[in-house]
């Protein structure tokens, strides 16, 4: 599986953004999708995931302002993010894995990465 993360930029705080993760393959369907992010200094971190069956985490730094999707029809996976503050600035990397929903927040659950896609949240 290839993970190819676009829709990153520049915004105000209190703006929106949604970047979406195209993947190859005929699978994607069966896969975990994961959203993380990483602030420079700082560990990469769990942002939200969506099962194959559509069952949604996040993280509580999100919860209520960022909604992950996914559409199995167009291999694709999305991030609306809304009230964005500027501690959202990171790199912000989608990834796929077959995992169980209790362990959906570890970077090691996930098998394949995107290249990342930069957020920057001015204030």
């Known amino acids: 599986v290839q993970l190819q993360a676009s829709g990153g930029g520049l915004v105000q705080a209190g703006g929106s953004l949604r970047l979406s993760c195209a993947a190859s393959?005929?699978?994607?369907?069966?896969?975990?999708m994961g959203w993380f992010r990483q602030a420079p200094g700082k560990e990469r971190e769990f942002v939200t995931a969506?099962?194959?069956?559509?069952?949604?985490y996040y993280a509580d730094s999100v919860k209520g302002r960022f909604t992950i999707s996914r559409d199995n029809a167009k291999n694709t996976v999305y991030l609306q993010m809304n009230s964005l503050k500027p501690e959202d600035t990171a790199a912000y990397y989608c990834?796929?894995?077959?995992?169980?929903?209790?362990?959906?927040?570890?970077?090691?659950?996930?098998?394949?990465w995107g290249q990342g896609t930069q957020v920057t949240v001015s204030s």
């Open positions: 393959g005929r699978t994607f369907r069966s896969y975990v």
């Open positions: 990834a796929a894995g077959q995992t169980g929903s209790g362990s959906v927040i570890y970077t090691t659950s996930y098998d394949y």
């Open positions: 969506i099962s194959s069956g559509g069952v949604t």
